[in-house]
C-alpha cells in the first residue's frame, strides 16, 4: 500500500529553536517524495522534493530508505514559518500525489 | 504569467443535485488533476487529464467526471450530491504528465452540501 503518515498535528516552537516535522511513507520501490506547504489565506505550494536535493527557505529534507522517512528540518525557526505542511508521495503510476494530513507549525517570539 | 484559477470560490448545494467545478490551467500546462480535501485532512487524487483524455483515477465513484477542454483548462462533475462531498476542490495543473512535474495548485472551491 501506498501511504504518507505525518504524526504530529500541531508543532510548536519558539522562533530561533530547530524544527523537524515528520514524515513516514509506505512504498515499494524507489519514492518520490515532496514537502507542500500551506500559508495563511494562500494556495498550497511545492517547498521541495527529495530529487533535487536542495534547500528551500533553509529547509531540508533527507530521503532515509531504512527507515522509510523524509523528515522536514530547519535549525533556526522564524515567525514566517508558521504554516501548514504537508508531506506527498507520487504514486506508482506516476499521476497523483498521496498526501498526508499535514502538520501545522506554529512559531512564537 | 497567469496561475491556476478556480471557479466559483464557494458553492451551497442540496443532497442530490450535480455541481460543476471549473479550472484554468497555468499558461503552457497541458496536465490538470482534481483532488479532495476534507476538512482535517491532505489532498486526495480524484483524477488526472492529459490532453483531454483521462490518464489516471483515484479512488472515487463514476458520479465524480472531468473534463478537458483543448485550451487545457478542466471541468470536474459530481452527480447526485452527498452530505460527504462537501469539501475544498482543488486543482493542479503540471507542464507534462510526467509525475515528477511540478503540480502548481489552484486556489480550490469551497463546495458545501446541505
Known amino acids: 500500500a501506498q501511504r504518507v503518515t505525518q504524526p504530529e498535528k500541531l508543532l510548536s516552537v519558539f522562533k530561533g529553536a530547530p524544527v523537524e516535522l515528520k514524515c513516514n511513507y509506505s512504498?515499494?520501490?524507489?519514492?518520490?517524495l515532496f514537502w507542500y506547504v500551506q500559508y495563511s489565506r494562500q494556495r498550497l505550494q511545492l517547498l521541495l522534493r527529495?530529487?533535487s536535493r536542495e534547500s528551500i527557505k533553509g529547509f531540508t529534507a533527507d530521503l532515509n530508505k531504512g527507515e522509510t522517512s523524509f523528515h522536514l528540518k530547519k535549525p533556526f525557526a522564524q515567525e514566517e514559518d508558521s504554516a501548514m505542511y504537508y508531506c506527498?508521495?507520487?504514486?506508482?503510476?506516476?499521476?497523483?500525489?498521496?498526501f498526508g494530513k499535514g502538520t501545522t507549525l506554529s512559531v512564537s517570539s | 504569467e497567469t496561475g491556476v484559477t478556480q471557479s466559483p470560490t464557494h458553492l451551497i448545494k442540496t443532497r442530490g443535485q450535480q455541481v460543476t467545478l471549473r479550472c484554468s490551467s497555468q499558461?503552457?500546462?497541458?496536465?490538470v488533476s482534481w483532488y479532495q480535501q476534507a476538512l482535517g485532512q491532505g489532498p486526495q487524487f480524484i483524477f488526472q487529464?492529459?490532453?483531454?483524455?483521462?490518464?489516471g483515477r483515484g479512488n472515487f465513484p463514476p458520479r465524480f467526471s472531468g473534463l478537458q477542454f483543448p485550451n487545457y483548462s478542466s471541468e470536474l462533475n459530481v452527480n447526485a450530491l452527498e452530505l460527504d462531498d462537501s469539501a475544498l476542490y482543488l486543482c493542479?495543473?503540471?507542464?507534462?504528465?510526467?509525475?515528477?512535474?511540478?503540480?502548481?495548485f489552484g486556489p480550490g472551491t469551497r463546495l458545501t452540501v446541505l
Open positions: 493542479a495543473s503540471s507542464v507534462d504528465r510526467g509525475g515528477t512535474d511540478t503540480q502548481y
Open positions: 512504498y515499494s520501490g524507489s519514492p518520490e
Open positions: 527529495h530529487i
Open positions: 506527498a508521495l507520487l504514486n506508482q503510476a506516476g499521476t497523483a500525489l498521496i
Open positions: 499558461s503552457g500546462h497541458n496536465t
Open positions: 487529464y492529459y490532453r483531454e483524455e483521462e490518464n
